[in-house]
């Protein structure tokens, strides 16, 4: 089998940004409870214990963490398929493997605090050089550019408080560094505790947690061996002492939690609230981590818990680059409740920082995040760092990037704001931060609201009423949402205005000061709407992206087998094709579990959706040599094409054949050859478009006069009757396996364009070509992709199957964007409905007379892992788009590309 070179770096840097050891064989599920039923954590273990043997599974409780209704299993084997046992198990509500949670860095009054411009900001050019220089890497530039003023106003702050001593925030993370000089006085202490003799002196249920708890291992060793916790935990409160930074709280303590994996998060929560329940008054915790896909319940429990118990979370929305409101995978900033506050990044001149996560409704706020100084490990010669040696040790303070900075800023502003508020609740603090913002224009439309001031947070609390949020991340049309307040009063109206300014009244079930529960319209029009609350204290608004809620069926997977070992199958590369009622395309098979599995390879697979059974495609012997390691086709880079009853595939071979399969013979044949040029580049990744008895190919990659890869704006017409090749005017944008449908003489592309950091509409543009001149024009879809699908269906123009890159994984987003077919220049707009999943790997997307599917592997509320069948019904659907050529079956199926890389961690 051949690996691409991206494909060992790819693998070579998941080991770096999330490294699966430790947890591989631990699996986490919850007890079902009744509404009724509030049971203790003995029961809970109880229940568990009883759960673990009538599943059969042979493996040992760890304990877990029975207060927040999670409890950990060790397994021997496959904790995937361990997992998916338990989950069936009645009496079992959900089964998931432990996941590892992946950090987001990395990437002035003391004698290096000219360096902290997040907290003071001359614009000082020499000090933004001095960052660039110090904080840059070698493989990596991060220009540091200041402006005057572009702080969060500590030293207006400081006026009025610089953290109440008696106040506690919580860095849930690496641990941190107990003995830094910046660090060891701002440690909160278990008075109770006499360290390190083995014994639970206060009787706590927890031995030697003098400065907080790992629940990773299980112990009280909490001291930082990685620095990222450390470093949190400077940025929030390290000491005033005139050595290194200094905090933006530094007169807060700081309780250590480590661990770094969701089981670990679970135990760790259950400690913080056993504290908070004997009266350590812990307020806030930092989560400057999180996962995406694969969906984790144990994530969410762990946030409940901490919603129930009054503690406010700031966690980093992460690194990506990417608008999580399509993608709203980052847990646990993603998800729906009101204590938790999402955290983006933004620099010295009030803009996003290139890396950093964004999104108009699911991110809630910036805090500076680029070029940020604070305390670390004492490694020798940390990297991006300044030493100092005091006395008789040397101490390290490290420039470091990324969100995982922004939220530790925005949780010590937090902590200031409940210094400066002792007897407030935690939802009259949230509200001043939701009004302690300055409102830049470079952030204007990237988050809700815009970039935390802490001058700000320390002033009076709002008095108005304040909505924070929703139930639901996406609030399901015609179903029942909370929205979540304060000062809401007994009573009010709420109204949803649509995208389109059509105003619906909404009806309100339940009405408190700080929740309402109501049902949203069955129609609430096109997306983002804003709900609009009224009541006698005055007005609050939310934006909210609603929609009909689609459906999920389970499919019928069969699996190969190695020996005893199965081997999964996913619809994971892309762009399936329609013969007769079935559909084809390239998939691929693992061996390991889904989170740190060896990929054994494309294959040929089959889907047929009125049986819903998803299988491998037949093969006979010499196809599968042609298809095998040592063979001249390489799936992974080959794009199928129907003509005629047969499939036929374009690049990927490195002889330049163009090779017909047929699925009755399972064979596969030379059907002719690529253009020279295409032949002698060996064209891989290129997209196929059925333009109606020919076809026309676009983009794609191949190797130029001096062996090196080119992403190509070629365009190409082929007749498939008589085999001839003509090469049009190149594209106007260089793409790779790009979503493409000729309609009306003209091929739409999206997708395929190596994303933009810098810019928040990367990802976004469609070129619309006239391939008979070459004219085009370029306009912007609502949401970015890399991949995606066109279809057509009576006057309504679909783009959906959307997909981009988390975690160095593909994700599928659940929207679907529409315009009018006959305007496919748009505007474009989310449509009123969107697929049913939390979460969900890039798989097949395609269309057809009952409205639009994607086959992936995915989860919702209460389906684990596997193939599942996800479909929204769509107004007014009739066959799409009719043409003479390659495209048939399924109502003239229109299906395009979805998935560029290989899954590197289910």
């Known amino acids: 089998m051949r690996f691409p070179s991206w494909l060992w770096s790819a693998v070579v840097l998941s080991l770096f940004v999330a490294p699966v050891t430790g947890w591989s064989n631990v699996v986490l599920f919850a007890p079902e409870q009744g509404a009724d039923e509030n049971l203790s954590a003995s029961a809970v273990t109880a229940r568990g214990a009883s759960l673990l043997a009538a599943s059969g599974l042979s493996g040992q409780l760890r304990g877990g963490a029975p207060s927040v209704g999670v409890l950990s299993l060790s397994v021997d084997g496959d904790a995937d398929e361990a997992a998916r046992r338990l989950a069936r198990t009645p009496g079992v509500a959900w089964a998931e493997p432990s996941l590892p949670l992946v950090f987001f860095g990395g990437e002035g009054w003391d004698n290096l605090s000219h360096l902290q411009w997040a907290l003071e900001n001359d614009g000082s050019a020499a000090t933004a050089r001095e960052l660039t220089d110090v904080g840059s890497r070698p493989d990596q530039a991060f220009p540091v550019t200041l402006e005057s003023g572009v702080d969060v106003g500590a030293r207006e702050a400081w006026q009025v408080t610089s953290g109440d001593s008696g106040l506690v925030v919580a860095v849930m993370d690496t641990g941190i560094y107990e003995s830094h000089i910046d660090l060891t006085d701002r440690l909160w202490i278990n008075e109770g505790e006499t360290p390190w003799n083995g014994v639970d002196d206060d009787d706590n249920g927890y031995i030697d947690d003098y400065y907080g708890w790992n629940g990773e291992e299980g112990n009280c060793y909490v001291d930082d061996l990685a620095g990222h916790g450390s470093h949190c935990a400077g940025i929030i409160a390290a000491e005033r002492n005139g050595y290194g930074t200094v905090g933006i709280a530094h007169g807060v303590k700081l309780m250590a939690l480590k661990g770094f994996s969701t089981e670990a998060m679970a135990i760790n929560t259950e400690y913080l609230l056993a504290q908070k329940a004997r009266g350590v008054n812990v307020r806030a915790v930092n989560m400057s981590f999180g996962t995406g896909a694969p969906y984790s319940r144990a994530v969410r429990a762990s946030l409940e818990a901490l919603h129930e118990g009054g503690v406010l979370v700031f966690a980093a929305s992460g690194n990506d680059s990417i608008d999580l409101d399509a993608y709203p995978f980052t847990y646990p900033a993603c998800l729906p409740y009101p204590n938790v506050l999402s955290v983006s990044a933004s620099t010295g001149t009030d803009d996003r920082a290139f890396f950093s996560n964004f999104g108009r409704s699911t991110v809630d706020l910036f805090a500076p995040g680029l070029a940020i100084l604070s305390t670390t490990t004492n490694t020798a010669n940390p990297p991006n760092s300044y030493s100092e040696r005091i006395g008789r040790r040397i101490y390290s303070w490290q420039i470091l990037h990324g969100t995982s900075m922004a939220s530790p800023l925005a949780a010590g502003i937090g902590?200031?704001?409940?210094?400066?508020?002792?007897?407030?609740?935690?939802?009259?603090?949230?509200?001043?931060?939701?009004?302690?913002?300055?409102?830049?224009?470079?952030?204007?439309?990237?988050?809700?609201?815009?970039?935390?001031?802490?001058?700000?947070?320390?002033?009076?609390?709002?008095?108005?009423?304040?909505?924070?949020?929703?139930?639901?991340?996406?609030?399901?049309?015609?179903?029942?949402?909370?929205?979540y307040g304060r000062n809401l009063g007994a009573e009010g109206t709420l109204r949803l205005v649509d995208g389109g300014g059509t105003v619906r009244e909404v009806t309100a079930r339940r009405w408190t000061p700080t929740e309402v529960e109501c049902l949203l319209p069955e129609d609430p029009g096109d997306a983002p709407q804003e709900l609009v609350c009224l009541t006698g204290g005055g007005?609050?608004?939310?934006?909210?992206?609603?929609?009909?809620?689609?459906?999920?069926?389970?499919?019928?997977?069969?699996?190969?087998?190695?020996?005893?070992?199965?081997?999964?199958?996913?619809?994971?590369?892309?762009?399936?094709?329609?013969?007769?009622?079935?559909?084809?395309?390239?998939?691929?098979?693992?061996?390991?579990?889904?989170?740190?599995?060896?990929?054994?390879?494309?294959?040929?697979?089959?889907?047929?959706?009125?049986?819903?059974?998803?299988?491998?495609?037949?093969?006979?012997?010499?196809?599968?040599?042609?298809?095998?390691?040592?063979?001249?086709?390489?799936?992974?880079?080959?794009?199928?094409?129907?003509?005629?009853?047969?499939?036929?595939?374009?690049?990927?071979?490195?002889?330049?054949?163009?090779?017909?399969?047929?699925?009755?013979?399972?064979?596969?044949?030379?059907?002719?050859?690529?253009?020279?040029?295409l032949k002698e580049g060996v064209l891989q990744g290129t997209s196929v478009a059925d333009g109606g008895g020919c076809l026309y190919l676009a983009g794609g990659s191949f190797r130029d006069g001096e062996g090196t890869r080119q992403i190509s704006k070629r365009l190409y017409r082929f007749d498939p009757s008589s085999g001839e090749w003509l090469r049009l005017a190149d594209l106007p944008t260089a793409r790779y396996r790009p979503a493409t449908l000729f309609l009306g003489g003209k091929l739409l592309l999206a997708g395929g364009v190596a994303l933009d950091r810098a810019n928040p509409d990367g990802g976004r543009e469609l070129d619309i070509v006239d391939v008979a001149t070459g004219a085009s024009e370029t306009v912007l879809l609502p949401f970015p992709t890399l991949r995606g699908t066109f279809f057509e269906s009576g006057r309504r123009l679909y783009f959906f199957g959307a997909t981009t890159t988390l975690y160095n994984t593909s994700v599928n987003s659940p929207l679907v964007a529409w315009t009018e077919a006959e305007k496919p220049q748009g505007p474009w707009r989310i449509a009123p409905f969107r697929f049913a999943f939390e979460g969900a790997f890039s798989g097949w997307s395609y269309g057809d007379e009952t409205g639009l599917h994607l086959l992936s592997q995915g989860w919702d509320a209460d389906a684990d892992a596997g193939i599942q069948l996800y479909s929204v019904a769509v107004p007014e659907a009739d066959p799409g788009h009719s043409s003479s050529g390659c495209s048939v079956g399924l109502g003239n199926l229109v299906l395009l590309p979805l998935a560029l890389i290989l899954l590197l961690r289910r």
């Open 415 to 483: 902590a200031l704001a409940l210094s400066a508020h002792p007897d407030a609740d935690w939802r009259d603090v949230r509200a001043l931060l939701e009004q302690a913002q300055a409102s830049p224009e470079g952030l204007e439309g990237l988050s809700r609201l815009g970039r935390i001031d802490a001058a700000k947070a320390v002033l009076s609390l709002p008095e108005g009423p304040s909505l924070f949020g929703t139930s639901a991340v996406f609030p399901a049309a015609g179903e029942a949402v909370t929205l």
């Open 539 to 677: 007005e609050a608004r939310l934006e909210i992206r609603a929609g009909r809620l689609g459906t999920v069926r389970a499919v019928d997977t069969h699996l190969e087998t190695s020996g005893d070992q199965e081997i999964g199958v996913y619809p994971s590369t892309d762009r399936p094709v329609a013969l007769g009622d079935v559909l084809y395309g390239i998939g691929t098979s693992d061996i390991f579990s889904r989170w740190g599995y060896w990929v054994q390879g494309p294959k040929l697979l089959r889907f047929d959706p009125s049986e819903r059974r998803y299988e491998k495609a037949p093969l006979d012997a010499a196809a599968q040599e042609l298809v095998g390691n040592d063979g001249p086709i390489d799936l992974d880079y080959a794009v199928p094409a129907a003509w005629k009853g047969a499939i036929y595939l374009f690049g990927g071979s490195d002889d330049g054949v163009v090779y017909r399969y047929d699925p009755d013979e399972g064979s596969l044949t030379a059907a002719g050859e690529l253009p020279q040029e």
